[in-house]
């Protein structure tokens, strides 16, 4: 099955700083989607993004579908960003996880 | 509400008892999923469905039961629990929009103890 690795596993960042998450997969997929769980264990979706660019207020996410890897960017962080990161990819409907990126935002 | 919501959000339950976690959508999605998340694993996927009495196993099945008689509900049934079963169970569905889009949407997940 597909592999899905996400780095760094934990980041820990001042409030106001900038940071980028990594998902690299081991095949082709035609659905990506990040994930933040939040500390009450909600999934919340961010982006669907299989390819190209996408942006929303304070995150982007850039997917290079032929290199076989996504990035999560977070501007000027808030302590509400802290929690878990997931880079979710699959063909068609079924999804793979990776382990996740846990982020904790200090104030 | 429109969604998709899981019940009961948190259960403990008996080593040998047989449990069920209910999963019910709004969105009328064709596809239905259930996940179990553990510390160092991620989440992974237990069963998924296509549509009404059509499923299929994921990842990591064994120990578990699923059913799918209305498009709307997704039923897992534990028939009896094990101590590995402690887990948070996350119930997701998707549809297919013009060929491609398969966007997952996740329900509030069950926090299920054995004990």
């Known amino acids: 099955g597909i592999q899905v690795e996400q780095s760094p596993p934990d980041l820990i960042l001042q409030e106001g700083a900038n940071s980028t998450l990594r998902c690299n997969f081991s095949d082709s997929v035609n659905n990506l989607q990040w994930f933040h769980q939040n500390p009450w264990g909600q999934l919340i979706n961010l982006f669907y993004i299989p390819s190209g660019t996408k942006q929303n207020g304070r995150l982007s996410a850039t997917t290079v579908a032929t290199e076989r890897y996504s990035l999560l960017y977070i501007s000027s962080s808030q302590t509400t960003d802290s929690g878990v990161y997931f880079c979710a990819v699959g063909s068609n409907y079924k999804l793979t996880f990776g382990k996740g990126t846990l982020l904790t935002v200090n104030p | 509400d429109a969604g998709i919501t899981q019940s009961p959000r948190y259960k403990i339950t008996e080593t040998g008892r047989q449990v069920t976690l209910m999963c019910h959508q709004t969105?009328?999605?064709?596809?239905m999923f259930w996940y179990r998340q553990d510390l160092g694993h991620g989440l992974r996927l237990i069963y998924y469905s296509a549509a009404a009495d059509i499923t299929d196993k994921g990842e990591v099945p064994d120990g578990y039961v699923v059913s799918r008689s209305k498009t709307e509900n997704f039923p897992l049934t534990l028939e009896s629990a094990t101590r590995s079963q402690t887990s948070v169970y996350f119930c997701?569905?998707?549809?297919?929009?013009?060929?491609?889009?398969?966007?997952?949407?996740f329900g509030q997940g069950t926090r299920l103890t054995v004990v």
């Open positions: 969105w009328s999605h064709s596809y």
């Open positions: 997701a569905s998707s549809t297919i929009i013009q060929g491609a889009k398969t966007e997952a949407f």
